[in-house]
T-cell receptor, first 109, second 115 residues
Framework: GQNIDQPTEMTATEGAIVQINCTYQ??????LFWYQQHAGEAPTFLSY????GLEEKGRFSSFLSRSKGYSYLLLKELQMKDSASYLCAVSDGANNLFFGTGTRLTVIP | ETGVTQTPRHLVMGMTNKKSLKCEQHLGHNAMYWYKQSAKKPLELMFV???????ENNSVPSRFSPECPNSSHLFLHLHTLQPEDSALYLCASSQVEATNTGELFFGEGSRLTVL
């Protein structure tokens, strides 16, 4: 079966840094995605990792360790608009993309 | 605007009704997906169509019936639903290359309430 775990909720302060972790156990692996979903809106793509290491894109970075089945999304210089759910998803290499429950991040002033 | 359009945005139906959800993508992608999003649950993959052929069913109840007439359009036909089927139904598309699903582009979703 597929198992993707991430914390349910997190709170962080505006201007700070927050790290959202994701662990996974899947039958196959062909990449890990992070999506952002604001309340009442569609999920939107943030990052993709298929090789070990850190991918940086502006204020957002994503890290992958395939041997540990682990990834994290790092958000720097938090802004109020970053309050959203962050979804970790794993591609199993067979046209399937499996999602975790999502982490609801609340940014406070 | 993600290039994936879903209609209707909201739907209320009784358990004996028959209705359909529609999805259209304007991105030239070769794969389309239906996901179900319920509160406090992961996004559940329901159906995948790649090159207009269904490649994954995931044991979805037969009261949900997908249709993909071409690479740009995807339907989800609903009949004799149950109250627990109330959820947000998300359509997505991607450009699949080999075994890589590629980045998914989601529609805004259709919020379904079954009375």
């Amino acid at each position: 079966g597929q198992n993707i775990d991430q914390p349910t909720e997190m709170t962080a302060t505006e201007g700070a840094i927050v790290q959202i972790n994701c662990t996974y156990q899947t039958s196959g692996f062909n990449g890990l995605f992070w999506y952002q979903q604001h309340a009442g809106e569609a999920p939107t793509f943030l990052s993709y990792n298929v090789l070990d290491g850190l991918e940086e894109k502006g204020r957002f970075s994503s890290f992958l360790s395939r041997s540990k089945g682990y990834s994290y999304l790092l958000l720097k210089e938090l802004q109020m608009k970053d309050s959203a759910s962050y979804l970790c998803a794993v591609s199993d290499g067979a046209n399937n993309l499996f999602f975790g429950t999502g982490t609801r991040l609340t940014v406070i002033p | 605007e993600t290039g994936v359009t879903q209609t209707p945005r909201h739907l209320v139906m009784g358990m004996t009704n028959k209705k359909s959800l529609k999805c259209e993508q304007h991105l030239g992608h070769n794969a389309m997906y239906w996901y179900k999003q319920s509160a406090k649950k992961p996004l559940e993959l329901m159906f995948v169509y790649s090159l207009e052929e269904r490649v994954e069913n995931n044991s979805v109840p037969s009261r949900f019936s997908p249709e993909c007439p071409n690479s740009s359009h995807l339907f989800l036909h609903l009949h004799t639903l149950q109250p627990e089927d109330s959820a947000l139904y998300l359509c997505a598309s991607s450009q699949v290359e080999a075994t890589n699903t590629g980045e998914l582009f989601f529609g805004e979703g259709s919020r379904l309430t079954v009375l």
